[in-house]
């Protein structure tokens, strides 16, 4: 009950900031959010890996990245949109993130954690420099008319493309818990990411959950990785940033938590672009989201042994 | 138990195989002395690294297919310095011990630099340097480092450079009129540096001020919060301080955020592929040291141009290319005239020179404010034309005039 | 048993890389030096996570240390030598503060806090201008000992040694069964009256210790640092990588995965200058799928001749 009525009183004072924010400064909640959609749509794909597969994948941004080349690609040679590419982009990316499970890490699930990790991190290396060898590290971007869509409201004048991503995230949260929660295979996966011998007992095929996890984690970052090259330029190294951030916002929100990321991501989002919007402050913009990350993971941590 | 042994059997691993290559050195130093070898550091997994060992090594096939350098044929030994310090400092000592080179070329991070120079400073083998803006590398230097021939502009002297450039341009077209800069710089070691010089250079003549911005080669690439600060400070040039990967985006998110400057210039090492065709791209300016327009005024360039585009099917994307290029015209063109690759002999030749390269301008040396060998002092100040970049200034290397104001979307 | 064949082994090998620069170049040193650095990661790294907890914190620490030296000299006027000595108890002092506070945290939650911890150092070096010299870094008057190829050796040598031997004290000693027994299972340790915390804390402040160190003699060989090479990501991952591909838990595994990747990077990076880096790539995902148990494990295996191996020891 106490925990309850916590709860409320931190929605309230959360929307209480929010309110002050949005009337005081208004771009912060904007460009907050904004930003906030991208972190969280692109950290969702990995949340679920790693709630379900219980991997951490390091090379997550490099599959996006091999997306967004693949989009590229296609969009320049055949005029076509990103938003229509993402339909086969997924497709193939799905099918890359099934083989590449099938040859290397279905056969490091049995070992240690540690060698998953250092696995997927040969991976990454692999994949980016494959890359850059064949794209050369120059960087590379197609124009899009409505990437530069804007609202004026007053004297302010704002981006609305970027809320494409906030809208992408929340869909994401969306798809996910209904698959999840109402279809036979979502709740096969719920289970085994919950306890994967207890779910072989009850006769799931574990190893096929897995993999179909994987290839649909893979479909999600590889839809992303079409979006992506709307708003950004794509390099070889583009993608490895956003592993980690990604690794701490799944971390931040609890693993197996899929709505808790789009929550972390909005209050890492804001929280940045509000020491952006004052002179001075500017450069310690990027200290908030790790000193975010440690105060809620000591915070979770306090609270789970006093419980 | 065997734990021991297996070191041993690991050491033993480790010590013959570059033992090997201590051998292999020698013997071909041994068997070949007609052979001028010029030894050389790049990133090559960069493009400014890998187009400029490209660039040099046609340079090298043309001056052999050319004869040679009184008689003798030059030999290009590329190692990777992978963008790290440590890499770097091991493939100088690779390149005087074991391969034992006659001169040093190359460079391109100032990261890398400092690592390199006290491998440097051991040897004094001569060395060419290419890349390392920073002043920090010339303050590592010293005023002692007189085998050391500096070709890129350092930081201070590229901000002097676009301070002249603005001033004779507003000086030449009267309609430009330049009061307010503000300067968007990442916030890494090279747009602080690009901010603190430019504050330096344009704080007395301008009305001068900066913001910092994560780079999207860093995994940031959200411009909204310096843009608007840009935005509220009505700068006349908006400048920005970053890489490649910023170039698009930030055009969008400026168009998107009604921001119009009068005058937009981006600054980056080298452009997108295709940056051009972006209807958005037509009329941005950029500081620069070359670009294929310059082929239009310098035979120089067009010939380092067509032979790059022959030999390897691609468009030089960056100046590394034709500044590699150069270095080895410059150091054969030394070795010839000196009749010998002692270093002494070799220094007096190389301060003597006068290269007329393909960056459109004649590049000779002379004393900075602390090395005594400076070559390149300027940036070029280049505009997107129609897909192109033309030179604006200086006037005389300049392909075409400025179009001003920047158009309005 | 063999225990003394072994020992005049060890020996045999200490005095074979003491006596390195008397046969080796120049450059063999430089690539030693920086396989040394990699090793002494390597192995620090390993001994903290013989109780379990996965740091990723390596490139925050030696960086940390880097910085401490070199502000030290610069700003300290200490001496270069002292100030590496300096470096490290200043490493000890911050691993032992933070320890307190997030050693309670396990698993992953553990790794992403010293991970982030990591990026805080970076981001306040970035930004303390004046003090640390920014993004743009600072430059040392001069390498340690003038910069001499054998003394920079014996210096990087020599703090690979330390944690070598800390390392086998670690194994040999009633920390090895302190930390084995909180890995295994930290509820029947607590029971039987290990003090997990406590040991725990040791471990981390003398692994951290090692790091600031090696940071801190890295610094002072090179004369210069950035907070982009000080911090650099491959401080934490290639460790991993080297520790994983020789095999965990033990002091030889970490030093074999590190002259493996090093020398391999090297002499990869000579054969093919473009695209080396995939090829590293792949041996990474080899050996991990071929020999989970890393090379040690693999070894350990061919001397049983064919008996299945055991995953702990």
Redesign the interface.
């Known amino acids: 009950m106490a925990n309850k009525r916590n709860a409320t009183v931190l929605v309230g004072l959360s929307l209480a900031a929010v309110a002050v924010i949005a009337v005081w400064k208004p771009t912060v909640l904007i460009y907050g959010i904004q930003a906030a959609g991208l972190y969280a749509s692109i950290a969702i794909p990995m949340g679920l890996i790693l709630g379900i597969v219980h991997i951490v994948n390091l090379a997550h941004g490099e599959f996006m990245m091999l997306a967004s080349y693949a989009t590229y690609m296609l969009c320049s040679a055949t005029g076509m949109d990103p938003f229509v590419a993402m339909v086969p982009t997924a497709a193939v990316t799905a099918l890359f993130g099934f083989v590449i499970y099938r040859l290397t890490i279905r056969q490091a699930l049995k070992a240690p954690e540690l060698n998953q990790l250092i696995l997927t991190f040969g991976i990454a290396i692999a994949m980016t420099q494959a890359v850059n060898l064949i794209y050369t590290s120059q960087t590379r971007k197609l124009s899009f008319e409505y990437v530069s869509a804007s609202i004026d409201i007053g004297e302010l004048s704002f981006g609305i493309f970027n809320f494409v991503f906030v809208l992408v995230a929340i869909l994401m949260v969306v798809g996910l818990r209904i698959f999840l929660t109402r279809t036979t295979t979502g709740k096969a996966a719920l289970a085994v990411g919950q306890n994967p011998k207890g779910a072989a007992i009850v006769g799931i095929d574990v190893d096929r959950t897995y993999g179909l996890v994987f290839a649909l984690a893979s479909a999600l970052v590889g839809m992303m990785g079409a979006l992506f090259i709307t708003r950004s330029s794509i390099f070889p190294g583009v993608g490895s940033p956003f592993t980690m951030k990604s690794f701490c916002l799944v971390a931040m929100a609890g693993i197996g938590n899929i709505p808790g990321i789009l929550g972390a991501s909005i209050l890492l989002g804001i929280s940045e672009n509000f020491l952006k919007a004052f002179r001075g402050l500017r450069g310690w913009a990027d200290i908030v989201f790790f000193v975010l990350i440690i105060t809620v993971i000591l915070g979770r941590s306090i609270r789970g042994k006093k419980a | ?8 059997v ?2 033993t ?3 013959s ?3 090997m ?2 051998k292999e050195g020698t013997a071909a130093a041994g068997s070949a002395p007609a052979t001028i070898k010029i030894g050389a550091t790049w990133p ?4 400014t690294g ?1 187009q400029g ?1 490209m660039a040099a090594q046609q340079a090298v096939d043309e001056i052999n297919a050319a004869g040679g350098i009184n008689g003798h044929k030059l030999e290009l030994i ?3 310095d ?1 963008l ?4 770097g ?2 493939a100088i ?2 390149l ?3 391969d034992q080179v006659d001169v040093i070329i190359g460079g391109m991070a ?2 890398v630099a ?2 390199q ?3 440097m ?2 040897y004094g083998k001569v060395v060419v340097a290419t890349g390392a803006a ?1 002043y ?1 590398v010339e ?2 230097l010293g005023a002692d480092a007189n085998w050391y021939f500096h070709l890129h502009p350092w930081d201070y002297n590229q901000g002097q450079s676009y301070a002249d450039g603005w001033a004779a341009i507003q000086a030449k077209y009267p309609t430009i009129k330049v009061g307010r800069i503000f300067l968007a710089y990442e ?3 090279f ?3 690009s901010f603190d010089s430019s504050k330096v250079l344009f704080g007395n003549a301008y009305t001068f001020d900066g ?2 911005f ?1 780079s ?4 940031g ?2 411009y ?3 843009l ?2 840009a935005k509220q400070y009505k700068p006349d040039l908006f400048l920005w301080a970053g ?7 930030m055009l ?2 400026a ?4 921001f119009n400057p009068g005058i937009y210039l981006g600054a980056p090492p ?1 452009w ?4 051009g ?4 791209a037509n009329n941005v300016m950029l500081y620069g040291m070359w670009a294929p327009a310059v082929n239009d005024i310098s035979p120089a360039s067009k010939k380092f141009y067509t032979g790059f585009v022959a030999k390897y099917g691609v468009e030089p ?1 960056t100046y590394f290319a034709p500044l590699s290029y150069s270095a080895v015209y410059i150091v054969a063109d030394a070795i010839k005239r000196a009749g010998t690759t002692e270093t002494a002999a070799l220094i007096k030749a190389l301060e003597a020179t006068s290269y007329a390269s393909p960056l459109g301008q004649t590049i000779t040396f002379s004393p900075a404010n602390i090395i005594k060998h400076q070559g390149i002092r300027n940036q070029k100040i280049l505009q997107w034309q129609n897909g192109r970049q033309e030179v604006i200034w200086p006037f005389e290397s300049a392909t075409s005039k400025p179009v001003y104001p920047f158009p309005a ?1 | 048993m063999k225990l003394k064949g072994s020992y005049l082994a060890a020996a045999a090998a200490t005095a074979v890389v003491v006596a390195f620069p008397a046969f080796l170049g120049a450059y063999p040193l430089a690539v030693a030096r920086s396989i040394m650095t990699y090793m002494a990661l390597a192995i620090s790294w390993d001994m903290l996570l013989r109780s379990g907890q996965i740091s990723f914190g390596i490139a925050g620490l030696f960086g940390l240390g880097s910085y401490a030296s070199a502000l030290a000299v610069l700003r300290g006027g200490m001496d270069p030598f002292t100030s590496i000595l300096f470096a490290s108890a200043f490493a000890a002092v911050m691993s032992m503060l933070l320890g307190l506070a997030i050693l309670r945290l396990r698993a992953m939650y553990f790794s992403i806090t010293t991970l982030a911890l990591m990026e805080i150092f970076k981001i306040v070096i970035h930004n303390l201008h004046d003090f640390s010299g920014g993004p743009e870094g600072v430059v040392l008057p001069e390498p340690i000992f003038g910069g001499s190829a054998p003394a920079l050796f014996w210096l990087c040598m020599a703090g690979l040694f330390m944690t070598i031997g800390v390392s086998w004290y670690f194994e040999k000693s009633k920390m090895h069964l302190a930390l084995t027994a909180i890995r295994n299972d930290e509820t029947s340790a607590r029971s039987s009256g290990v003090d997990i915390f406590k040991y725990l804390l040791i471990a981390f402040v003398i692994t951290s210790t090692l790091q600031g160190m090696m940071g801190a003699i890295q610094v002072q060989s090179y004369g210069f640092t950035t907070p982009d090479t000080a911090f650099d990501a491959n401080f934490t991952l290639l460790p991993l990588a080297m520790a994983l591909l020789g095999g965990i838990h033990s002091t030889i595994g970490p030093m074999a995965g590190a002259v493996l990747l090093g020398v391999a990077s090297e002499w990869l990076k000579l054969k093919i200058p473009y695209g080396h880096l995939i090829v590293y790539g792949f041996i990474i995902i080899l050996v991990i799928l071929f020999m989970p148990q890393g090379l040690v494990g693999l070894a350990r295996k061919t001397i049983r001749n064919g008996r299945t191996g055991v995953r702990h020891e």
């Open positions: 138990m065997k734990k021991a042994l297996v070191i041993l690991f050491i691993m480790a010590v195989v570059f033992a290559g201590d090559l997994g960069d493009i890998k060992s590329v190692i990777d992978e790290k310090a440590d890499k400092a091991a000592e690779k005087v011990t074991v100032s990261g400092l690592g120079i006290p491998a400073k051991k920073s920090k303050e590592a916030e890494g070691a747009g602080k540096a913001a910092p994560k999207a080669a860093f995994g690439g959200d909204a919060a310096v608007d600060a890489y490649d990967a910023d170039a698009l985006p969008e998110q168009k998107a955020m009604k080298g997108p592929a295709d940056f065709k972006s209807p958005l994307a979307w």
